[in-house]
Nanobody, 115 residues
């Protein structure tokens, strides 16, 4: 079974940094993209960042220049480095894998940014 486990969430002050990681286990067919999504209270889930097989990355305008998505294929891990955090970044962050056959999701990790 494919399993995604996020870690690194927590409470930080505005302007601080936080690193999230997503450990992927299990077997799957080809991966099209890895990504991070988030859901803030009272809002729809939104795309934060994606990294496509082959290297291209994409970011939501709200996080561009502050967040960086990366992957370590040897460790089967995807990362999200978050800098200059703002209170509006407060949300549950979810790791996602998109394959030609299915989408896989982690359980999420809470990120809270205090003002």
């Amino acid at each position: 079974q494919v399993q995604l486990v996020e870690s690194g969430g927590g409470l930080v002050q505005a302007g601080g940094s936080l690193s999230l990681s997503c450990a992927v286990s299990g077997t799957m067919f080809s991966i099209r993209a890895l990504g991070w999504y988030r859901r803030a209270p009272g809002k729809q889930r939104e795309l934060v960042a994606t990294i496509i097989t082959g290297g291209p990355t994409n970011y939501a305008d709200s996080v561009k220049g502050r967040f960086t998505i990366s992957r370590d294929n040897a460790k089967n891990t995807v990362f999200l480095q978050m800098n200059s955090l703002k209170p509006e970044d407060t949300a549950v962050y979810y790791c996602n894998i998109q394959s030609p056959y299915a989408a896989y999701w982690g359980r999420g990790t809470q990120v809270t940014v205090s003002s």
